[in-house]
Structure formats: structure tokens, C-alpha cells
């Protein structure tokens, strides 16, 4: 039998990452209840993080040898730019290792300068990992599909083998700089008309603005916020929701951050929903009462009616769920309760629901077909090539405005900010204006 210490260091990897995420789901099972709140999100936090970095190793000992120990065996090995380069490379896998820490240590009223540069670090990471991959299937196909894997020359072979990383790194370069120049830019503001039935026609082109997935944290902070809200006074909006996702951070901590959303002041109101990263903070009863200090009500599966300005009599009514990360989590007294959302929501009267995730809508849906509208978010179109297929795959509903059945539309943001790393590939950080349409 094969000990621990006889295992190649990617498996040993693996195993310290099967370990950790056991030892994530026994906390969530059975301890969940016994720690104290601060304990669990520390807990919860620095499980999260380790996990993470486990299976980050894996990769991280790939990217070392494609990048470095290729090179040692050639000629550019006794280059002066080889010591350099392996401390750069060494540096670079550090920062982006570091990246998941700094929501435990790094985390202020505007971002510290390491943290940008750790959570940029991670999406190169990530970009870098998929072409080495890439490049690397492809050149295996090429030497199944031609036959001349062994009878390459050794020179050209080494050549070959050297054009790889230096063609990924390139690669990888350009589009950091591309994506963090996007994510730079102010969201585009996305002007949407949505039909829906059973409105009334006095409440024909009321404008909802919808925010999602703003990520207040180690990467975006008050300046950010504040250019947010200024833009959405801008569109002068009858509603403004925030279908979760808006910190990762504890309340207490935060807070001089988010102060600009203070001067939100939507005539019919401004609510808020929970995102799965609400609940990572462990901070949601002090969330909630923060924001109510904001005049912004958090929609806790509960619903309100929205009154026309023109008369008492028209009405429809906007309900929000808790996002169903609650559930996994075991957070007491929260889980998406849709039957209880929609208590007194009648299909007489348009319902418009507010779910942080597209599974959510979807789950939805099943249970009230009658909902005529959900807003939600959580996919952010992807944020950065190459994550866009897994957030399609594992997603009902990824961006942009879905028609379910004869009277019923979902809207899934692609996110006003983004989490955690500072760039956008293939997506847009996005402020969604909605026009509701009377039939």
C-alpha cells in the first residue's frame, strides 16, 4: 500500500482539500448550533479559504513547472533573467494564494493596494491555468492525431515545450489588462421594458432599478458605492432593489462604506434581498439593521404592496426570499420560505419577486407559476473568461431577460460590481433599468 508521504504532491494536495471540505460539512452539520456567531464566521471563513488553497496548490505546482522547471533544463536556466523570473513567478502564486486572507484581514472602508494586487494575481491565476491547459490538450492532440510523438527530435521537442508557457503567459498578460481596464469602467446602464400581466395601466412605465452583486469588500469599497448611487439618482427610479450579494464583510467593519447607499431615495421605496455571501458573513441581523438606518427594508421572505402614486386602489406586490444558501448553511431562522413570501399575494394582482439566484427562480416557478417577474442576479454573467461556462451549466437562467410560459419573466443581472477580483472578461458590470409594462 502506498503511504501519505510516497504520494506525488497534487494528490497530496487533493487529499488536503477532501480533508478540509469534510471538516466544512461537519461544522455545518453538527457544530453550526454550539459556536458562538464571531467563532462560526471565523470558522466558516478560514475553512473556506483553506479549501480553496488546497486545491490552488494543485494547480499552482502545474503552473511552477510549466513556467519555471521547464526552463531550468535549458539554456535560459544560466540566463540572468532566470533568478528574477522565478521570483516573480513565486511572488505571483503567493498573491494569488493570499487573495482568500484578506477578507478575514484586509477589509476597510476602501480597498488596500494588496488586496487589489492578491485578487488580481487570482485572476491571472485563473486565465493562466485554463490556456496552459488548453494549449497543452491541444499539443497532445496534435501528437496523437500526426503520429510523431516519438520520433520528435529532442531540440525541437524542447522548442516546442518552451513555446507553451511563454505563448500562455502572454496570453495571460493581455487579457488582465484587458479585464481590469473593463472592470474600471462605470457599470453601462441596461434599459429594459418588461410586460407584465395584471399591472395596472396607471402604473404603466414605472421604473424599477435593479443593483445586484455589488461585493462591498476587499476589492470595492465607499468610492465605488458612492458612484453607484449617484448614477442610480441619475435615473430618478420610482423602485430601486438590491437582490443580494452586496458585502463581504461584517457590518460593524464595513459600515463607512456604506454609507452613500443613505441617499438612495426612491419615492416607492428601496429593498433588499440576501445573497449567498450575506450569509458568509454570519452577519445578517446586523445587516438587516444597518440597512433599515439607510431606509432601505429588507424583504426577510416577506412582501410588500406596491401602491400606485396615481391611485390607492392599484397595487401589486413585490415580495423577496432569503437566499437558499441559508439552508445549506443552517443559518437559524433564515432559508428561502417562498409559501411565506407570497402569504398574501394573490394571482389577482402581478407579483414580482426578488431571488438572489436564478436556481431559486427556477424553484420558484414550480411552486407559483403566477409570479409574473423575477429579478435576480448571483451569475455574474460569468465575470471572467473562462468561468462563463460553468455559470451558464449551473445556472437556469444565466443574463439577460428569460420569457417562462405565456406571462412570467426572469431577469438575472450580470452583477454591478464584481466579487473579489478586479477584472471582467466576456461581461459587463451592469445598473438594469426596468420599465414595467401594463398589457
Known amino acids: 500500500m502506498i503511504s501519505f508521504k510516497q504520494l506525488p504532491l497534487e494528490a497530496k494536495a487533493a487529499v488536503a482539500a477532501g480533508l478540509v471540505f469534510f471538516s466544512m460539512m461537519l461544522s455545518r452539520s453538527y457544530l453550526a448550533e454550539q459556536l458562538e456567531l ?58 494569488a494564494h493570499s487573495s482568500f486572507f484578506t477578507l478575514l484581514f484586509l477589509v476597510a472602508e476602501e480597498p488596500y493596494f494588496f488586496s487589489l494586487a492578491a485578487y488580481t494575481c487570482l485572476g491571472a491565476y485563473i486565465i493562466l491555468i485554463f490556456f496552459l491547459f488548453t494549449l497543452g490538450s491541444v499539443e497532445q492532440a496534435y501528437k ?22 511563454v505563448l500562455a503567459v502572454m496570453l495571460t498578460v493581455v487579457l488582465t ?14 434599459s429594459v421594458e418588461v410586460p407584465v400581466h395584471k399591472l395596472p395601466s396607471s402604473m404603466n412605465n414605472l421604473k424599477v432599478v435593479l443593483l445586484s452583486d455589488i ?4 476589492t470595492v469599497g465607499k468610492t465605488k458605492l458612492a458612484m453607484i448611487v449617484r448614477m442610480v439618482k441619475a435615473l430618478k427610479p420610482d423602485i430601486t432593489v438590491i437582490v ?8 460593524e467593519i464595513i459600515r463607512p462604506a456604506v454609507e452613500p447607499l443613505g441617499e438612495l431615495n426612491s419615492p416607492l421605496g428601496t429593498y433588499f434581498v440576501t445573497g449567498n455571501h450575506e450569509y458568509y458573513t454570519s452577519d445578517v441581523s446586523n445587516w438587516f439593521e444597518l440597512l433599515k438606518s439607510f431606509n432601505i427594508r429588507p424583504l426577510h421572505n416577506e412582501n410588500v404592496k ?31 420560505d417562498l409559501k411565506k413570501a407570497l402569504g398574501d399575494c394573490s394571482s389577482e394582482h402581478a407579483i414580482v419577486l426578488l431571488a438572489h439566484q436564478p436556481v431559486a427562480a427556477k424553484w420558484a416557478l414550480h411552486e407559483r407559476p403566477d409570479i409574473n417577474l423575477i429579478l435576480s442576479g448571483h451569475t455574474h454573467g460569468g465575470q471572467i473568461f473562462p468561468l462563463h461556462a460553468g455559470a451558464y451549466f449551473l445556472n437556469p437562467f444565466f443574463v439577460g431577460l428569460y420569457k ?21 472578461l466576456g461581461s459587463r458590470a451592469e445598473i438594469t433599468e426596468i420599465i414595467l409594462r401594463s398589457p
Not at 489588462?177 to 441596461?190: D, E, F, K, M, Q
Not at 443580494?244 to 457590518?251: C, K, P, Q, Y
Open 306 to 336: 406596491i401602491v400606485s402614486p396615481k391611485s390607492t386602489d392599484d397595487w401589486f406586490c413585490l415580495a423577496g426570499v432569503d437566499d437558499i444558501e441559508a439552508d445549506v448553511l443552517r443559518y437559524s431562522g433564515h432559508g428561502m
Open 244 to 251: 443580494g450579494d452586496l458585502t463581504d464583510s461584517e457590518a
Open 177 to 190: 489588462i484587458v479585464g481590469l481596464l473593463n472592470a474600471s469602467r462605470p457599470p453601462t446602464v441596461n
Open 144 to 165: 496523437f492525431l500526426a503520429g510523431r510523438g516519438a520520433k520528435a527530435g529532442t531540440g525541437n521537442k524542447n522548442s516546442r515545450t518552451a513555446m507553451k508557457p
Open 404 to 424: 417562462v410560459g405565456q406571462n412570467t419573466f426572469v431577469y438575472v443581472s450580470p452583477g454591478t460590481m464584481y466579487f473579489g477580483i478586479p477584472m471582467r
Open 215 to 218: 461585493h462591498l469588500g476587499p
Open 38 to 95: 464571531r467563532t462560526r464566521r471565523w470558522l466558516l471563513r478560514l475553512q473556506m479559504a483553506l479549501f480553496a488553497n488546497a486545491l490552488m496548490l494543485i494547480g499552482s505546482l502545474h503552473v511552477w513547472r510549466s513556467t519555471v522547471t521547464t526552463f531550468s533544463r535549458s539554456s535560459a536556466a544560466s540566463s540572468l533573467c532566470f533568478i528574477p523570473w522565478k521570483i516573480a513567478v513565486f511572488m505571483f502564486l503567493a498573491l
